[in-house]
């Protein structure tokens, strides 16, 4: 399917951290399926000073029905998409690509009795998108979404996970880790580590199990190659089309 790059009005950029935004925009998505990404595309000066388009992926926070648009990013150093981003008030536009595009989404999950989400940084995104959905709290007895940061102040969208708390007080579990400090209810460390050592499952209350769970992994390359590897210990396989398995990865930054 050709790519086609439609207008999109921002409502508000709403700066978390130093380095964190939330981008809610208005634009005319087509239907797409909650775990998806869209491409941001913006003109801004190239390094010889001269305006070009550059773009990046982003998965969408709203869920498919929502009026408006997010996509939660950060920026990095020398990020000509992310600080134009960033840089953008209410009113600006910017571009974005239809139709989204990925499989990260919960047609191409399993069947499962536990689903383990988790993720590094703003690779948390994709998760809160998918919640919003019916579809997941009908499927899965459990659901633990995962949330691993350096420090403490980038545990973003704290509200809307109390909200799926409160509204799933019995099958939603939420278990944040914060590698560089200490943080009150936060486990510290890595998560492959803590898979390993057993802190994860002792925090949540429940195993990790080839038997009734299925693990999603979203953030850098280190938790995805490192938790396969821990997760195959205990007989656990990427998920295939035409192999089955029990981990479901996508690699976001």
Known sequence: MATNWVEAT???????????????????LLPFQAGQFVKA???VKNDEGELEKFANPYSLINAPEEKHSEIYFNTVPDGKVSNGLAALKAGDTFDVAQPCIGFFVLAQ?????????????????PYLSILKTAEAWERFEKIILVHAVPVADELNYSELIEQFAKEHPDQFQFISIVS???????????????IES???EAKAGLKISADDSHIMLCG?????????????KRGMDRHLNRKPGHISSEKYF
């Open 10 to 28: 921002v409502i508000e950029n709403r700066q978390l951290t130093d380095r964190h935004y939330a981008l809610i925009f208005e634009t005319q």
């Open 198 to 200: 057993g802190e994860l």
């Open 220 to 232: 850098n390359s280190g938790l995805l190659e490192d938790s396969k590897a821990v997760l195959k």
């Open 109 to 125: 999950i399993p069947d499962a009795k536990h689903l383990w989400m988790l993720s590094t940084g703003t690779g948390i995104g």
């Open 180 to 194: 560089r400090e200490d943080h009150v209810d936060s486990l510290k460390g890595r998560i492959p580590a803590l």
């Open 41 to 43: 595309q913006i003109e």
